[in-house]
């Protein structure tokens, strides 16, 4: 039994932790930056993916299993193994494998050292029934236990879909474990699945951009001449830290933010010179990717005679895009209005695609690009971010990330106007 004395202690006790806790935050919050350490945590707002949700993912994922002629979809550690079950597994050499059949319950395939990890997510995700969970000993093949489960479901011959970032050593070893079967792509069914966002997506999207924005505001603010480019980007990390967001960004200033993806070179910000951030987070899952360009001080003429082309060419991607529009019109209505100011042919300054599609991965289909053809539809969501690169000079990026709707497209954030004033919402 607890006596009075022992509660009284133990209370005692954690309200001293929790006076210590406190006051380790307030003397970490006073030796940062006033706009940074003015920021609160946003953590608590965004509503997770539900069970039921996932499930309603899998029975698409099905239906698009038929239509491909597909009879299971194989998935290992990764982010489509989250998106539709929600187990966090990482990859190893050891093979991790859940298994959804067109028909049937799925199961997993795992080391026999993991199953009590195993049962316990797996209990956590959309699937009903009893847990099939297939476990192999280090000596033993996992391959003969997939080509097992398949059996038991009826699954001798037909096709196999196969997430794209299993690895190469797995494929080959279920295609010598099950001779019968015809290992095919599933990005039919993954990225048929994923490209399209629903609403509960797109606030987390929408959120992420928000948290990401405040951080970039924060540190921008915080920036003073002299300061490296890592200890500039410690901001920005600090920055998402204090919002309950973990996040990070690049920044690249002066010639070396002509570099789309930057440099390893140590820099200095100075004012007068560009200076490029390139970043995001992460909510729930789903990602932010955001840039912002623009000047510590006074630009010159030239910097905001580019900066005004490329907020120009943003402008008419955002506009070209809408529903039954093929994706390469997107960057080609971008890459008119650079051409038209001068910085052209072709990708000789604005060196890369338009955008790039967005979700749960930073990068992921489809892409805003010459020669895709795919129309876009609502719910896929892309970065919009052309760039103008003068080598030996600056460059400009400004990148926002950008949603189909029925009627046309919406960014997430807004527009960034000026280089010596980007945070400005007009």
């Not at 921008?220 to 300061?227: A, P, T």
């Amino acid at each position: 039994m607890i006596s009075r004395r022992s509660l009284i202690t133990s209370g005692a006790l954690a309200a001293g932790a929790l006076a210590t806790t406190r006051t380790a935050e307030a003397e970490q919050a006073a030796s940062m930056p006033a706009p940074i350490a003015a920021l609160t945590s946003m953590r608590g707002t965004a509503k997770p993916i539900t069970r039921d949700e996932r499930k309603g993912r899998v029975e698409k994922a099905r239906r698009l299993m038929a239509e491909q002629k597909i009879d299971a979809l194989m998935l290992t550690g990764g982010t489509s193994l989250v998106y539709f079950s929600g187990i966090q597994w990482g990859l190893s050499e050891r093979l991790f494998s859940l298994v959804i059949p067109k028909n049937g319950e799925p199961f997993v395939v795992c080391p026999a050292f993991e199953e009590d990890r195993a049962r316990e997510q797996f209990a956590t995700s959309p699937f009903t029934g009893t847990a099939d969970v297939r476990t192999w000993e280090e000596h033993e093949s996992p391959y003969e236990r997939l080509a097992q489960g398949l059996k038991d479901r009826g699954i001798t011959t037909g096709r196999l879909g196969v997430e794209e970032t299993v690895r190469h050593m797995f494929v080959d070893g279920v295609a010598k474990a099950a001779p019968g079967l015809t290992l095919v792509s599933g990005t039919p069914v993954t990225a048929g699945c994923r490209i399209y966002k629903d609403a509960h997506e797109l606030d987390l999207m929408k959120f992420a951009c928000a948290v990401t924005l405040k951080a970039y505001e924060a540190a921008y603010k915080s920036l003073k001449e002299g300061m490296t480019q890592s200890e500039f980007q410690g901001l920005i990390a600090q920055a998402h830290a204090r919002l309950g967001y973990p996040g990070y960004a690049s920044a690249q200033t002066a010639e070396f933010s002509a570099l789309p993806h930057g440099s390893i070179q140590p820099q200095v910000i100075k004012e007068g010179t560009i200076i490029l951030i390139d970043g995001g987070c992460a909510v729930e899952g789903y990602q932010s990717d955001i840039s912002r360009t623009f000047v510590l001080g006074k630009a010159t003429d030239k910097m905001k005679k580019v900066f005004d082309i490329e907020f120009a060419a943003q402008t008419a991607a955002l506009k070209a895009a809408r529903p039954g529009v093929p994706c390469e019109a997107v960057d080609a209505a971008a890459r008119k209005v650079i051409e038209d100011a001068g910085y052209g042919p072709g990708y000789k300054y604005f060196t890369h695609r338009v955008g790039h599609g967005m979700g749960m991965d930073g990068h992921e289909w489809p892409y805003l690009v010459k020669g895709n053809t795919l129309p876009l539809a609502p719910g896929m969501v892309f970065s919009d971010e052309p760039g103008i690169y003068i080598t030996g000079e600056f460059g400009v990026r400004l990148e926002d990330d950008m949603y189909i709707t029925e009627t046309g497209a919406e960014l997430m954030t807004p527009q960034s106007r000026s280089l010596e004033n980007p945070f400005a919402t007009s």
